[in-house]
T-cell receptor
């Protein structure tokens, strides 16, 4: 079946450094790619998303890039802060995003050390 | 703000018990989802509902059923709980987001805080 692979599973960086999380997807029809952040004791929350007609999107310290040909997309966090510590999930739409259904990656636990 | 609430944060049940997990959203969303979250496996879709009384199996529906009698409420039922159903259960509803700064407008899934279920 369709799947999304996410790497690394854990990532530890020093405060101020950059962090990169990578995902690959298998469904050629996927056209929507959200990223979720899950803090301890909370449900995941959308932090940024990208559609297949865009190659890159940025919001302050976070950015997402998409390579449709290679079926790769990545989350980039610059100038990391301790409050960025959380579990991050990538996801891809199942077929067109009209269904609303997503396939999630396995998650990355990011630790930012002060 | 969109609010998705789940009936319990922590639940301990015995093998063979019937378990109800409830989820309520206050934004009149049509689409609602139940996921389970396990370490190293991410979020896996159990069931999806696209409207009242409408449901669709997800990737791992075995051992689960759902009920959607009212638009705001989506219930997950474990007919006979087993130890391999010990997990974190997340409910989500999907609705249209008006322009939220850099995210712009579009559809978004909003998650509840989760229910950690332990079956002993």
């Amino acid at each position: 079946g369709e799947n999304v692979e996410q790497h690394p599973s854990t990532l530890s960086v020093q405060e101020g450094d950059s962090a990169v999380i990578k995902c690959t997807y298998s469904d050629s029809a996927s056209n929507y790619f959200p990223w979720y952040k899950q803090e301890l004791g909370k449900g995941p929350q959308l932090i940024i998303d990208i559609r297949s007609n865009v190659g890159e999107k940025k919001d302050q310290r976070i950015a997402v890039t998409l390579n449709k040909t290679a079926k790769h997309f990545s989350l980039h966090i610059t100038e990391t802060q301790p409050e960025d510590s959380a579990v991050y999930f990538c996801a891809a739409s199942r077929g067109s995003s009209n269904t609303g259904k997503l396939i999630f990656g396995q998650g990355t636990t990011l630790q930012v050390k002060p | 703000d969109v609010k998705v609430t789940q009936s319990s944060r922590y639940l301990v049940k015995r093998t063979g018990e019937k378990v109800f997990l409830e989820c309520v959203q206050d934004m009149d969303h049509e689409n609602m989802f139940w996921y389970r979250q396990d370490p190293g496996l991410g979020l896996r879709l159990i069931y999806f509902s696209y409207d009242v009384k409408m449901k669709e199996k997800g990737d791992i529906p075995e051992g689960y059923s759902v009920s959607r009698e009212k638009k705001e409420r989506f219930s997950l039922i474990l007919e006979s709980a087993s130890t391999n159903q010990t997990s974190m259960y997340l409910c989500a509803s999907r609705g249209f987001r008006r322009d939220r700064g850099p995210l712009g407008s579009g559809y978004e899934q909003y998650f509840g805080p989760g229910t950690r279920l332990t079956v002993t």
